[in-house]
C-alpha cells in the first residue's frame, strides 16, 4: 500500500516530500540504529556460516538474529495492522490468543500423553486445528467488536485475561514436550538449509498479504470503514463483516506466530510465552505512521516498524545494557520515535526543511 | 406468525421454568437434610481449613504446590478444605472475607502482593481463626499470623554459586541470565552470583534479564555468540532460560552439560529438566519446593495438640541436584 505518494504536494521540496512520506519514520529509524552499531561496532554485521549442533548448515549473525526473532512480530504486525485500520482500535490479546493456539498444537500432536514419543498426528493436522481455533477466537473477538459495538481494547481485554488460563487448560496443565525433531523445523532450520525457518514463513505470509492487497479490494475496503463507517455503508459495503473479517485475519496471523513459538523449543510455558507482544505489534503500527484511530495504513512501513522493535532490542543486548536500566532505555526509543512520527512534528520538520531549502536558494541566486 | 411463534416459546419457558421451581426444592431437601446430618457428624472431626492460592496455571511451581495442598488438605486426612484461587490482592482479599464468614479454623494464604492484609487479617483474629502464611510473606505485623513457610532465595543462590566454586575451574566466564527483575527469586538468585564475582574474580561475560522467558535468554546468549566472546558458564534463574540458552549453544554447536565446554545451571527442578540432568545435558539445577503441605500439616497438629511452634517463619529444606550424581527416584520425587 503505497497510498502515502499520493499526498505529495509537487510545491513541496524534497525534504519535505522525505518528512511527509509515511515509509520516513521506520525507514529512519533503521537507519539510525544500523549507523549507530556500524560505528560502535561494525562487526555488528558480522555472519558467518557454521554448522549445528546436529549437523546442519547454519548462518549466524546478530542480523540474521534480528530477522529471526523478528519474524513473529513482524507476521502480528500485518493482523494488527488491519485490525487497526478497520476498527480504530487495538487487539491486546494476541499474546494470550498465541498461548492458545501454541497449546492446540502440541495438544493435538500430543494426544493425551504429554510426553509423546512419537507425534500422535501429522504435523499439518495440528496446523490446521490451530489455525482454525486461533481464528475462532479471531472470530469471537471480531463480533464483539463488529456486532456487540464494544470497544476493540475492552472486547479483546477478555481473551487477554482468560486466554492463557485456557491454554493450560486445554493441555489439562501439563506441559507437552515434543522429542520428535520433525517438528523443530519450523522455529529452527530445515536440514540443509542455512536460513531460519521463521524467516521464509515471515517472507510468505507478506507475500500473501502483498498479494491480497493488490489482487482483492480488502485494503481499500478495511480503509474506508476506517475512515468513515456511514458513508462506506452507504456506498454498499458491510462495515461490520469487515471489521469482523480483520480480527479474522488477525487470528491467523496468530495461528502462524504461536507455531513458530511453540516450535523453537518443542514446548510451552502457558504464562510467559508471547509475554507483552500484544504491546510490540502494537507499537510496531503506531512506529510504522499508520494512526491507531483507524483509517489510511502502510503494511510495509508496520513490518518494517516490527523489524525496527526487534533491532532495538538485539541492539540493548549486545551492549550490554544493564537489565534494570533496559526498560528505560527502550522508553527513551519509544518516544523519540513516536514524537518524531507524530504529524505536528513531521509538518514542523517539513517546514524546516523547506525553509533551508529556501535559503541555500536564495544565497545561490544572490 | 413471527410473533406467535415469540409467543410459544415464551410460555414454554414459563411453564418449564415453574415446573423447574416445582420440582427443584422437592428433590433437594431430603439430600440436603442428609447432607447436613452427615456434615455435622464430621466436622466435629475435622479440620475446616481455606486455602487461598494463586492462580495455579501461573508457572509449574504453582501447579506442583497447587497439588501438594489438594493431596494432603483432604477428608481422608482429617481436613475439610475449601480452595479459592486469586491472581489479583483484591480478590484474595474477598475470598478470605468470605472463608472468615463461613467460620473456617485455619487460614492457609499465599498473598499475590505484599500489602494490603492487615485489616482482613485482623476479623481472622477476632473470629478466632489462626493464619498460616505459605510460599510468599505479607507487610503485616507478625502477630496476625502464626507461622509463615518460605523458600530462602538468598540460600538457593548461595547453594547454586557453592556449587559452581566445587568446580574448580581455572578461570570462570558467566553469563548470567537474571529472571523478572525485583522479583523476590531474581533478588536471591543474583545477589549469591554478585557476590561471588566480587570476592572470587570471576568475570561476568554478560548479565541481563530475561524475563523468565526462554525466547529472552536465548536471544542473550545468541547476542553473545555473534560477538565472538567466550564464556564457560551459563547461570539462568530458570529452568525456561536455561533451555533457551541451551537453544542458542545448540544453534551455535557450542558442547554443554557434564565434562563439555559450558556449565549449565537452572533453578526451579522441572521434571524436564532434572530429565536433562540425568542425560547430563545440563550440570545443576537448584530446587525452588514447591511442596508446602507437609509443613503446614506438621504445624496445624502442633496447634491443634496445643503446643507452641519454636519459629514463626519457617525456611523449607531446599537442594540442588548435580547432573553426577542424580537418580531416576529424585527425578520422580523432586521434579515439579
Same mark, same amino acid.
Given at each position: 500500500?503505497?497510498?502515502?505518494?499520493?499526498?505529495k504536494?509537487?510545491?513541496?521540496?524534497?525534504?519535505?516530500?522525505i518528512?511527509?512520506?509515511?515509509?520516513?519514520?521506520?525507514?529512519?529509524a533503521?537507519?539510525?540504529?544500523?549507523?549507530f552499531?556500524?560505528?560502535?561496532d561494525?562487526?555488528?554485521y558480522?555472519?558467518?556460516?557454521?554448522?549445528?549442533?546436529?549437523?546442519?548448515?547454519?548462518?549466524?549473525?546478530?542480523?540474521?538474529?534480528?530477522?529471526?526473532?523478528?519474524?513473529?512480530?513482524?507476521?502480528?504486525?500485518?493482523?494488527?495492522?488491519?485490525?487497526?485500520?478497520?476498527t480504530?482500535?487495538?487487539?491486546?490479546?494476541?499474546?494470550?490468543?498465541?498461548?492458545?493456539?501454541?497449546?492446540?498444537?502440541?495438544?493435538?500432536?500430543?494426544?493425551?500423553?504429554?510426553?509423546?514419543?512419537?507425534?500422535?498426528?501429522p504435523?499439518?493436522?495440528?496446523?490446521?486445528?490451530?489455525?482454525?481455533?486461533?481464528?475462532?477466537?479471531?472470530?469471537?473477538?471480531?463480533?464483539?467488536v463488529?456486532?456487540?459495538?464494544?470497544?476493540?481494547?475492552?472486547?479483546t481485554?477478555?481473551?487477554?485475561?482468560?486466554?492463557r488460563?485456557i491454554?493450560a487448560?486445554?493441555?489439562?496443565?501439563?506441559?507437552?514436550?515434543?522429542s520428535d525433531?520433525?517438528?523443530?523445523?519450523?522455529?529452527?532450520?530445515?536440514?540443509?538449509?542455512?536460513?531460519?525457518?521463521?524467516?521464509?514463513?515471515?517472507? @510468505?505470509?507478506?507475500?500473501?498479504?502483498?498479494?491480497? &492487497?493488490? *489482487?482483492?479490494? #480488502? %485494503? +481499500?475496503? !478495511?480503509?474506508s470503514? =476506517?475512515?468513515?463507517?456511514?458513508?462506506?455503508?452507504?456506498? @454498499?459495503?458491510?462495515p461490520?463483516?469487515?471489521?469482523? &473479517?480483520? *480480527?479474522?485475519v #488477525? %487470528? +491467523?496471523? !496468530?495461528?502462524?506466530? =504461536?507455531?513458530?513459538?511453540?516450535?523453537?523449543?518443542?514446548?510451552?510455558?502457558?504464562?510467559?510465552?508471547?509475554?507483552?507482544?500484544?504491546?510490540?505489534?502494537?507499537?510496531?503500527?503506531?512506529?510504522?505512521?499508520?494512526a491507531?484511530?483507524?483509517?489510511?495504513?502502510?503494511?510495509?512501513?508496520?513490518?518494517?516498524?516490527?523489524?525496527?522493535?526487534?533491532?532495538?532490542?538485539?541492539?540493548?543486548?549486545?551492549?550490554?545494557?544493564?537489565?534494570?536500566?533496559?526498560?528505560?532505555?527502550?522508553?527513551?526509543?519509544?518516544i523519540?520515535l513516536?514524537?518524531?512520527?507524530?504529524?505536528?512534528?513531521?509538518?514542523?520538520?517539513?517546514r524546516?526543511?523547506?525553509?533551508?531549502?529556501?535559503?541555500?536558494?536564495?544565497?545561490?541566486a544572490? | 406468525?413471527?410473533k406467535?411463534?415469540?409467543?410459544?416459546?415464551?410460555?414454554?419457558?414459563?411453564?418449564?421454568?415453574l415446573?423447574?421451581?416445582?420440582?427443584?426444592?422437592?428433590?433437594?431437601?431430603?439430600?440436603?437434610?442428609?447432607?447436613?446430618?452427615?456434615?455435622?457428624?464430621?466436622?466435629?472431626?475435622?479440620?475446616?481449613?481455606?486455602?487461598?492460592?494463586?492462580?495455579?496455571?501461573?508457572?509449574?511451581?504453582?501447579?506442583?504446590?497447587?497439588?501438594?495442598?489438594?493431596?494432603?488438605?483432604?477428608?481422608?486426612n482429617?481436613?475439610?478444605?475449601?480452595?479459592?484461587?486469586?491472581?489479583?490482592?483484591?480478590?484474595?482479599?474477598?475470598a478470605?472475607?468470605?472463608?472468615i464468614?463461613?467460620g473456617?479454623?485455619y487460614?492457609?494464604l499465599?498473598?499475590?502482593d505484599?500489602?494490603?492484609w492487615?485489616?482482613?487479617?485482623?476479623?481472622?483474629?477476632?473470629?478466632?481463626?489462626?493464619?498460616?502464611?505459605?510460599?510468599?510473606?505479607?507487610?503485616?505485623?507478625?502477630?496476625?499470623?502464626?507461622?509463615?513457610?518460605v523458600?530462602?532465595?538468598?540460600?538457593?543462590g548461595?547453594?547454586?554459586v557453592?556449587?559452581?566454586?566445587?568446580?574448580?575451574?581455572?578461570?570462570?566466564?558467566?553469563?548470567?541470565?537474571?529472571?523478572?527483575?525485583?522479583?523476590?527469586?531474581?533478588?536471591?538468585?543474583?545477589?549469591?552470583?554478585?557476590e561471588?564475582?566480587?570476592?572470587?574474580?570471576?568475570?561476568l561475560?554478560?548479565?541481563?534479564?530475561?524475563?523468565?522467558?526462554?525466547?529472552?535468554?536465548q536471544?542473550?546468549?545468541?547476542?553473545?555468540?555473534?560477538?565472538?566472546e567466550?564464556?564457560?558458564v551459563?547461570?539462568?534463574e530458570?529452568?525456561?532460560?536455561?533451555?533457551?540458552?541451551?537453544?542458542?549453544?545448540?544453534k551455535?554447536?557450542?558442547?554443554?552439560?557434564?565434562?563439555?565446554?559450558?556449565?549449565?545451571?537452572?533453578?526451579?527442578?522441572?521434571?524436564?529438566?532434572?530429565?536433562?540432568?540425568?542425560?547430563?545435558?545440563?550440570?545443576?539445577?537448584?530446587q525452588c519446593?514447591?511442596f508446602?503441605?507437609?509443613?503446614?500439616?506438621?504445624?496445624?497438629?502442633?496447634?491443634?495438640s496445643?503446643?507452641t511452634?519454636?519459629?514463626?517463619t519457617?525456611?523449607?529444606?531446599?537442594?540442588?541436584?548435580?547432573?553426577?550424581?542424580?537418580?531416576?527416584?529424585?527425578?520422580e520425587?523432586?521434579?515439579?
Amino acid at each position: 500500500m503505497t497510498q502515502s505518494k499520493e499526498i505529495k504536494k509537487p510545491s513541496s521540496g524534497l525534504a519535505a516530500r522525505i518528512f511527509r512520506q509515511q515509509m520516513f519514520i521506520p525507514l529512519a529509524a533503521l537507519f539510525l540504529l544500523a549507523l549507530f552499531n556500524f560505528i560502535m561496532d561494525p562487526s555488528f554485521y558480522r555472519i558467518s556460516f557454521d554448522y549445528n549442533s546436529v549437523g546442519n548448515p547454519v548462518l549466524s549473525g546478530n542480523i540474521i538474529s534480528i530477522l529471526d526473532a523478528g519474524s513473529e512480530l513482524a507476521i502480528l504486525a500485518i493482523g494488527m495492522t488491519l485490525v487497526t485500520a478497520a476498527t480504530g482500535g487495538q487487539d491486546i490479546s494476541v499474546g494470550a490468543a498465541i498461548a492458545i493456539s501454541g497449546s492446540v498444537v502440541l495438544r493435538v500432536l500430543c494426544g493425551t500423553n504429554s510426553r509423546p514419543d512419537t507425534l500422535q498426528a501429522p504435523i499439518f493436522v495440528a496446523i490446521l486445528v490451530s489455525c482454525v481455533v486461533a481464528m475462532l477466537f479471531g472470530a469471537f473477538n471480531g463480533m464483539l467488536v463488529a456486532y456487540f459495538r464494544i470497544q476493540p481494547m475492552v472486547a479483546t481485554l477478555i481473551l487477554f485475561t482468560a486466554g492463557r488460563s485456557i491454554a493450560a487448560w486445554i493441555n489439562n496443565n501439563e506441559l507437552p514436550i515434543i522429542s520428535d525433531p520433525s517438528f523443530g523445523v519450523f522455529g529452527g532450520f530445515i536440514p540443509g538449509i542455512p536460513i531460519p525457518t521463521p524467516i521464509f514463513i515471515a517472507a @510468505g505470509c507478506m507475500i500473501v498479504i502483498a498479494l491480497v &492487497l493488490r *489482487f482483492t479490494n #480488502l %485494503g +481499500l475496503y !478495511v480503509q474506508s470503514v =476506517g475512515i468513515n463507517e456511514s458513508s462506506s455503508r452507504l456506498n @454498499g459495503l458491510n462495515p461490520a463483516f469487515i471489521k469482523f &473479517l480483520t *480480527f479474522v485475519v #488477525l %487470528g +491467523l496471523c !496468530v495461528a502462524v506466530a =504461536g507455531l513458530i513459538k511453540v516450535s523453537r523449543f518443542s514446548s510451552i510455558n502457558y504464562s510467559v510465552v508471547a509475554k507483552d507482544i500484544e504491546m510490540d505489534a502494537i507499537l510496531a503500527v503506531a512506529l510504522g505512521g499508520n494512526a491507531l484511530s483507524g483509517g489510511k495504513f502502510n503494511m510495509k512501513a508496520s513490518i518494517i516498524g516490527a523489524y525496527v522493535i526487534q533491532f532495538l532490542a538485539t541492539t540493548l543486548y549486545k551492549f550490554k545494557v544493564q537489565s534494570t536500566a533496559l526498560p528505560a532505555y527502550k522508553a527513551v526509543v519509544v518516544i523519540l520515535l513516536v514524537v518524531l512520527s507524530a504529524p505536528k512534528v513531521r509538518e514542523y520538520l517539513a517546514r524546516i526543511g523547506k525553509q533551508i531549502r529556501q535559503k541555500t536558494h536564495v544565497k545561490e541566486a544572490g | 406468525m413471527k410473533k406467535k411463534i415469540l409467543a410459544a416459546l415464551m410460555v414454554a419457558t414459563m411453564v418449564m421454568g415453574l415446573a423447574a421451581c416445582g420440582s427443584q426444592p422437592a428433590a433437594n431437601t431430603p439430600s440436603n437434610e442428609s447432607n447436613a446430618g452427615g456434615n455435622q457428624n464430621s466436622t466435629e472431626e475435622l479440620i475446616k481449613v481455606g486455602i487461598i492460592n494463586n492462580n495455579p496455571n501461573e508457572s509449574g511451581y504453582r501447579t506442583a504446590n497447587d497439588k501438594d495442598l489438594k493431596a494432603m488438605f483432604t477428608e481422608e486426612n482429617g481436613y475439610l478444605a475449601s480452595f479459592s484461587y486469586g491472581e489479583k490482592n483484591e480478590e484474595q482479599v474477598s475470598a478470605a472475607q468470605k472463608l472468615i464468614q463461613d467460620g473456617v479454623d485455619y487460614l492457609l494464604l499465599s498473598a499475590a502482593d505484599t500489602a494490603g492484609w492487615d485489616s482482613v487479617l485482623k476479623d481472622a483474629q477476632d473470629a478466632g481463626i489462626r493464619v498460616i502464611l505459605f510460599d510468599r510473606t505479607i507487610n503485616a505485623d507478625p502477630s496476625l499470623y502464626e507461622a509463615s513457610i518460605v523458600s530462602d532465595m538468598n540460600k538457593e543462590g548461595q547453594t547454586a554459586v557453592d556449587w559452581l566454586k566445587k568446580q574448580g575451574l581455572s578461570e570462570y566466564k558467566i553469563i548470567h541470565i537474571q529472571g523478572k527483575m525485583g522479583t523476590a527469586a531474581q533478588q536471591g538468585r543474583s545477589a549469591a552470583m554478585d557476590e561471588a564475582v566480587k570476592n572470587e574474580g570471576w568475570t561476568l561475560v554478560n548479565q541481563q534479564t530475561g524475563d523468565w522467558n526462554a525466547d529472552n535468554a536465548q536471544q542473550i546468549v545468541q547476542s553473545v555468540i555473534d560477538s565472538g566472546e567466550s564464556f564457560n558458564v551459563i547461570y539462568a534463574e530458570n529452568d525456561d532460560m536455561a533451555r533457551g540458552a541451551v537453544a542458542a549453544l545448540d544453534k551455535a554447536n557450542i558442547s554443554h552439560g557434564v565434562g563439555k565446554d559450558v556449565i549449565i545451571m537452572g533453578f526451579d527442578c522441572n521434571k524436564w529438566a532434572l530429565e536433562e540432568l540425568y542425560k547430563q545435558n545440563w550440570n545443576y539445577d537448584g530446587q525452588c519446593n514447591p511442596f508446602q503441605a507437609e509443613y503446614i500439616d506438621d504445624i496445624i497438629k502442633t496447634l491443634e495438640s496445643g503446643g507452641t511452634l519454636p519459629e514463626k517463619t519457617i525456611i523449607m529444606d531446599e537442594q540442588g541436584f548435580d547432573a553426577t550424581e542424580i537418580t531416576k527416584e529424585d527425578i520422580e520425587k523432586y521434579g515439579i
